[in-house]
């Protein structure tokens, strides 16, 4: 898949553009603060929706004005054309469009145009709670699974009717196994479903992360659920009372977490920035190779301000890798250094742009 061309009104510091870009790498060249990362967030936000990062809808529209629009113009891995448009008006909401018919339901465009980012707050996913974590997985294996969208979305909703029932002290078992029966059978389709997506990433982390890293240590990464050594109806009978004195449900697959390794010990503990930035890009690269597998469709991919924090031979490697024929398809990369971006053009195969970014206006260079 590739984003042929990009129409953007009012997103975050970019008043307009209008931009065509290579069906390979596209670099964005700027100072911090002109706009690189927003061109990004914009195109995550008109293949998935939502924003890149965490943050209200509200904080996407230019300071003071009171809509955005974000428009694309796709080309398939089939060779359809596809045109998508997202846009936001304040106090009517979003609303997303493909090929001018718009969604009756947001879940239904997940998966449809996947895309992958890496950005410097993916150190989150190490160093963050377990709920970063959770998002990364939910997102990931909803893009490839509407199945597991669905069953996390009845999750979710029989989650909420349950605290609410613990929240205003009812004790009915009638009532709490209407609301348990469901909350059951999502939870043990979403389990499973976590824990082969682990069993199939795993093979492909550990060998971007040891080529990333030139073969210098290894990394690891393991799925925690309380349903791992229990039924979930057990784990609720176990915790009923606590549930009900605290009024709300303690235990659960909304309690999952991802936990990371590096050799035998905790990256979250141990890692350098180094190594957890190479342990985030070998985790969002895997993610690609899934999402192209599962789906049929190569994502974009996102680089954002991948020079930080790693050392020149391992920026080479990730390059290398990105760009040497496995199939990465469209990239877009920013940097505040030009000769960064001048080495990644010399050495890469195929079609490329590069662009000037200086406060949220774009030249081609």
């Known amino acids: 898949m590739r984003l ?201 982390f550990k060998a971007r992360y040891s080529e990333i890293s030139g073969d210098a240590e290894t990394a690891g990464i393991r799925y925690s659920s309380a349903l791992n050594d229990t039924s979930f109806r057990e784990l609720l009978d176990r915790t009923r009372q606590k549930d009900a004195a605290l009024g709300y449900t303690s235990k659960g697959i909304h309690r999952d977490d991802l936990l990371t390794g590096l050799g035998d010990y905790s990256m979250r503990r141990l890692g350098s920035q180094g190594q957890v930035k190479t342990f985030t890009i070998a985790l969002r690269l895997a993610i690609f190779a899934y999402l192209r597998k599962m789906s049929g469709i190569t994502p974009i991919l996102l680089l954002d301000d991948i020079f930080d924090k790693l050392d020149s031979s391992r920026v080479g490697r990730i390059m290398e890798m990105v760009s040497g024929g496995e199939g990465f398809g469209q990239i877009f990369i920013t940097d505040t250094n030009r000769e960064h971006l001048d080495e990644i053009l010399g050495n890469i195969r195929g079609e490329s742009r590069l662009f000037t970014v200086e406060q949220g206006r774009f030249s081609l260079r």
């Open 4 to 204: 042929l061309t990009l129409d953007i009104v009012n997103f975050k510091n970019i008043e307009e553009a209008s931009l065509e870009f290579s069906p390979g790498v596209n670099c964005l060249l700027g100072m911090n603060g002109m706009g690189k990362s927003n061109l990004l967030e914009a195109i995550h936000f008109l293949c998935l929706a939502r924003p890149m990062h965490s943050m209200p809808e509200s904080a996407l529209p230019r300071h003071g004005q009171e809509m955005l629009m974000v428009k694309g113009r796709f080309e398939m891995d089939a060779g359809s054309l596809e045109n998508v448009s997202c846009g936001i008006v304040k106090g009517k909401g979003k609303s997303l469009k493909c090929n001018d018919k718009e969604y009756q339901r947001l879940s239904e465009h997940i998966g449809r145009f996947p895309v992958v980012t890496v950005t410097p707050a993916d150190h989150a996913l190490v160093s963050g709670a377990a709920d970063e974590r959770r998002k990364l997985v939910d997102m990931v294996i909803s893009q490839a699974d509407k199945s597991y969208l669905a069953q996390l979305i009845r999750y979710n909703r029989s989650l909420e009717s349950r605290n609410r029932m613990l929240r205003a002290g009812l004790t009915d078992p009638l009532l709490f196994e209407s609301v348990e029966s469901s909350m059951e059978e999502a939870a043990n389709a979403i389990h499973a479903t976590r824990r082969q997506w682990v069993a199939d990433i795993l093979p492909d």
